[in-house]
């Protein structure tokens, strides 16, 4: 199986018949996969720390929804298989939700460069995250974009720590403009734990 060399492969969707019949299912199990996966930094920042699990379904979904069989599935492993966790890391999309378009859009011109100002604190110890470097998530202009693409990747003492249930687990944005931390709940820090080798 792929998920144990941490890459999505063809073999790991499902046919689309069969997804389509069973879909509903699947997202609600999939909701409840991703409840202890969800952290809120702030008022408008949202952390949703993917897995093997939740980068295959986002792959099948989007295969569900535009139909472009086999020449799409190249594009979306492409995609999606940078955001699985290697066993080292922890790897999330961080998403600015703000409803009015006029807010989100003056909050956005702000906080150029925030994808550079986040990080994890494990026992006091600083793991500054790494932005994918997919697409330039700032423009020229200085307006950050309003979904992130991140890695926090630990050393093994790290790791040995998070898994241990032990100490504290903080993650945090330090930008001028937006600067909050959150401390991750034991079931987070338990659901997350999964992610490593």
Do not use: C, W
């Amino acid at each position: 199986m792929s998920k144990e060399k941490r890459l999505i492969e063809k073999t790991d969707l499902i046919p689309i018949d069969v997804y389509t019949n069973s879909r509903k299912q699947i997202r609600k199990e999939l909701v409840e996969f991703k409840k202890d996966r969800r952290v809120a930094i702030g008022p408008y920042a949202t952390f949703y720390f993917e897995s093997f699990e939740t980068m295959l379904a986002q792959v099948q979904e989007m295969l569900y929804i535009e139909k472009g069989g086999d020449e799409q599935l190249k594009d979306e492993l492409i995609a999606y298989n940078p955001l699985v966790p290697n066993g080292k890391e922890l790897t999330a999309t961080v998403m600015f939700e703000i409803d009015n378009p006029v807010s989100r859009a003056a909050f956005l011109g702000k906080v150029g460069g925030i994808e550079e100002k986040i990080f994890m604190k494990i026992d006091n110890e600083n793991v500054k995250a790494v932005s994918e470097k997919d697409v330039d998530r700032t423009s020229d202009e200085g307006k950050a974009s309003s979904v992130q693409f991140i890695h926090f990747k630990l050393n093994d003492n790290q790791i040995t720590k998070f898994k241990s249930g032990n100490v504290d687990i903080e993650i945090g944005i330090n930008h001028k403009e937006y600067a909050h931390t959150t401390k991750l709940s034991v079931d987070t820090i338990k659901a997350l734990s999964a992610d490593f080798i």
